[in-house]
T-cell receptor, first 112, second 115 residues
Framework: SQQGEEDPQALSIQEGENATMNCSYKTSINNLQWYRQNSGRGLVHLILIRSNEREKHSGRLRVTLDTSKKSSSLLITASRAADTASYFCATGGTGANSKLTFGKGITLSVRP | EPEVTQTPSHQVTQMGQEVILRCVPISNHLYFYWYRQILGQKVEFLVSFYNNEISEKSEIFDDQFSVERPDGSNFTLKIRSTKLEDSAMYFC?????????????FGDGTRLSIL
């Protein structure tokens, strides 16, 4: 089954606007994480939200988690051109050594 | 800030050859992972490693693949006889503890190109 499916697949906004990205998943999770990937580079961890949390903030990032709907959203406020990247949600299962299951990612373009 | 480092950044290999991808996880981390990302596709889990043994492996991680932690710092992924479809970006990740509050930290990856 698919896990961690993001939408939209691509998002283009003007600098200063907010960007909202959504992620849905199918199985039970222990946490959900968002990562950023600049072209050709590695995955940079942005924020982790546990299954018993509903909202979390980190700087210009705000993530929400609705376990009843099996969905999460990532909001980037006051976007900058440097935020241009691919964003992935990844779900962590319930095992102590749990792997991450990634979605296909969202390509965010922030126009200067 | 401590980082996961991977070498080489790009590896070009002839089909059928063996390749070893190297990773140095963050020093106090205990859990280690390999993922791969075929161009334009999802990041896929390959294998997890803890306490000097494989904890979990995916269907992709067949007998051609192996992992090793030969010393206290390195974590390697070996592909014995590479195939064209092994061409991908390979990411190593590590995590401090097994608790679910700890994120996995990724290296910049090794781009493997099989000719």
């Amino acid at each position: 089954s698919q896990q961690g499916e993001e939408d939209p697949q691509a998002l283009s906004i003007q600098e200063g606007e907010n960007a909202t990205m959504n992620c849905s998943y199918k199985t039970s999770i222990n946490n959900l994480q968002w990562y950023r990937q600049n072209s050709g580079r590695g995955l940079v961890h942005l924020i982790l939200i546990r299954s018993n949390e509903r909202e979390k903030h980190s700087g210009r990032l705000r993530v929400t988690l609705d376990t009843s709907k099996k969905s999460s959203s990532l909001l980037i406020t006051a976007s900058r051109a440097a935020d241009t990247a691919s964003y992935f949600c990844a779900t962590g299962g319930t095992g102590a050594n749990s792997k991450l299951t990634f979605g296909k990612g969202i390509t965010l373009s922030v126009r200067p | 800030e401590p980082e996961v480092t991977q070498t080489p950044s790009h590896q070009v290999t002839q089909m059928g050859q063996e390749v070893i991808l190297r990773c140095v996880p963050i020093s106090n981390h205990l859990y280690f992972y390999w993922y791969r990302q075929i161009l334009g596709q999802k990041v896929e889990f390959l294998v997890s490693f803890y306490n000097n043994e494989i904890s979990e492996k995916s269907e992709i991680f067949d007998d051609q693949f192996s992992v090793e932690r030969p010393d206290g710092s390195n974590f390697t992924l070996k592909i014995r006889s590479t195939k064209l479809e092994d061409s991908a970006m390979y990411f190593c990740a590590s995590r401090m503890t097994g608790g679910q509050t700890q994120p996995q930290h990724f290296g910049d990856g090794t781009r493997l190109s099989i000719l």
